[in-house]
């Protein structure tokens, strides 16, 4: 994939992620719900909200990082091993950090 694809489609998701976590902080249905879930049911819908607003923090600073990379030329290299990360898995997880070996070792260490 070349850098200039790879920036539009990090930029793109940016801006995806921007208007998801917009939402997801401004939900007036997640801040109804929360107040009733102090009566006792377990999984409310600001339960969800705040999962889903974890996510998309995580996954916008992953963007926000690759699109650094991108500028500093270092963008489709693994970030532990330095070696090239595969086309495949760009192409699927364009903000991607690490080679599948190098992810694997940082998923098993959490
Ligand atoms: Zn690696």
Redesign the pocket.
């Known amino acids: 994939m070349d850098v200039t694809t790879a920036r539009e489609r990090l930029e793109d998701m940016l801006a995806e992620l921007d208007r998801s976590i917009g939402v997801l902080q401004g939900d007036p249905v997640a801040v109804r719900e929360h107040s009733a879930a102090d009566a006792g049911s377990d999984l409310t819908d600001a339960d969800r909200a705040q999962a889903m607003l974890a996510v998309a923090t995580t996954q916008r600073r992953a963007v926000i990082e690759a699109i650094k990379r991108l500028e500093e030329g270092a963008y489709g290299r ?6 090239p ?1 595969p086309e495949g898995r760009l192409e699927a997880r364009p903000e991607a950090a ?2 599948v ?3 694997g070792k940082q998923e098993r260490r959490r």
């Open positions: 693994c970030v532990d091993c330095a070696k990360v690490r080679c070996q190098c992810q």
